[in-house]
């Protein structure tokens, strides 16, 4: 076999590991936050009204987000001390574990205050290792794939969503359907527990990965830095802020079209639970075709294209997405929920290539992490908790509108102030940077 054909497979195996790994951490993510919507409040908030239970277990929705720039900050410096791989297999296992002890976790009748306490930490664990986890999948991907190609080969890692969303929602839906009343009380913890078995698919397939080229490149050269995270703040500043900026219209908004749906749909409009679920599936199921396309389109019209295409479309979406919805009619809501899912793609898939590329091989996995986990704080974490008050207190999702086309303003008012590195070929590296001996 020649040296092509051989390089060829690699990239291959790369792709599929970093995608298969990306899928299982979303699908376990995505799990809990389908429980934050639906069991959770009377299981592990009980007393409470059902508003206050439902912000209760958003809270810790929230916290799991907030966790992630921890995540990002400790996988980004040894991602860029030790090198993608090694680090990727210890974010899988953490999320795996955090997810699995959710479904061993006794509730508020059983053990009393405990019981939230014993979530809240698990969604943290859960947290750190999704937080470390996307930096090093986009690398993996992307560092092995060709230079002219880094929109398509970084978006394959970003199909972990779609995908996780399938799974996720697709064993909710499965589990709702054959335990039905019984879900509530002891249903719901099956996707939990069976999600082991992925983990350990994942690992199977993360194992046989080599390490990219370029980060194999960088040992050979000694220009492993010795504090990457610090490197990467003090000298990419800019590109971390307008990183996480620039994500607030993909981030705050998907969280809404997949999670705050169904508090919504269920409780204000009374649209059936499973149905739901099933829109949310054939949405997530036309990710797995739109998520590449649109980082492939990068490639051909620029990243920056596609991206303000995605902002533009998600701000002028925030009204007729709630229109439909508020119709009540099947059709119309199936509608609603795809072109949501669109509007985000138009973004995902050509976001990995675009935060990574702004940062030099040496710090990029702790600059690309850092500034993509930030917005879990400022934009995914805060908006089911700020959708959910605003229909409380208003009993209308105008707002809430108006709270989506905001987020848009302000990610593209980052997209404009983004710095500008060289592309499709490798930024170069500050001379700034310190060089010193590898670990």
């Known amino acids: 076999m020649d040296d092509r054909a051989v390089e060829m497979g690699q990239r291959q195996r790369a792709v599929v590991a970093s995608t298969v790994g990306t899928a299982i951490e979303f699908c376990d993510f995505f799990l809990y936050a389908t429980a934050a919507a639906l069991v959770f409040p009377r299981l592990f908030f009980p007393g409470e009204s059902a508003f206050v239970g439902g912000l209760a277990a958003f809270g810790t929705l929230f916290v799991g987000f907030a966790a992630r720039p921890v995540g990002a900050v400790i996988f980004g410096h040894f991602g860029d001390r030790l090198g993608r791989k090694s680090t990727l297999i210890v974010t899988l296992m953490l999320m795996g574990i955090g997810t699995f002890l959710i479904g061993c976790l006794p509730t508020y009748a059983t053990i009393g205050i405990a019981a939230p306490v014993l979530l809240t930490l698990l969604r943290v664990v859960q947290g750190i290792g999704v937080g470390g986890e996307w930096g090093g999948a986009v690398l993996l991907s992307m560092e092995w794939g060709s230079s002219r190609r880094r929109g398509l080969m ?88 307008t990183s996480a900026f620039v994500r607030i219209s993909e ?56 991206y303000g295409i995605g902002i533009v479309a998600t701000g002028a979406y925030a ?91 302000l990610s593209l008012t980052a997209l404009l102030l983004m710095p500008q590195h060289p592309t499709p070929t490798e930024p170069a590296e500050p001379p700034w940077i310190k060089v010193s001996s590898p670990p």
């Open 154 to 241: 970084a978006s394959w890692p970003q199909l972990g969503v779609p995908i996780g969303l399938l799974l996720s929602t697709g064993m909710v839906t499965l589990t709702s359907w054959a335990t039905g009343a019984s879900f509530v009380t002891w249903g719901w913890r099956v996707p939990f527990l069976t999600s082991v078995v992925l983990v350990a698919v994942g690992l199977y397939v993360r194992l046989r990965v080599p390490e990219t080229p370029e980060f194999t490149q960088l040992t050979r050269r000694a220009a492993v830095v010795r504090n990457p995270v610090s490197d990467a703040i003090r000298n990419y500043p800019r590109e971390i802020l």
């Open 251 to 306: 981030q705050a908004p998907f969280n809404l079209f997949i999670t705050f749906v169904l508090t919504y749909g269920t409780q204000h409009l009374g649209l059936p639970r499973d149905e739901l679920l099933n829109d949310t599936l054939i949405a997530a199921g036309i990710g797995l075709v739109s998520v590449p396309l649109f980082g492939y389109l990068s490639d051909l019209i620029g990243r920056r294209v596609v």
């Open 319 to 409: 009204f007729p997405y709630f229109t439909l919805l508020d119709t009540r009619i099947h059709g119309l809501v199936l509608l609603g929920i795809i072109v949501s899912l669109l509007c985000h793609d138009l973004q995902y898939g050509p976001q990995g290539a675009l935060i990574a590329e702004s940062f030099a091989t040496n710090v990029r996995y702790s600059g690309a992490g850092l500034g993509y986990q930030l917005a879990s704080v400022i934009a995914g974490g805060p908006a089911v908790l700020i959708a959910a008050t605003i229909l409380a207190s208003t009993g209308s999702s105008t707002y809430i509108s108006y709270y989506i086309l905001g987020c848009a303003a």
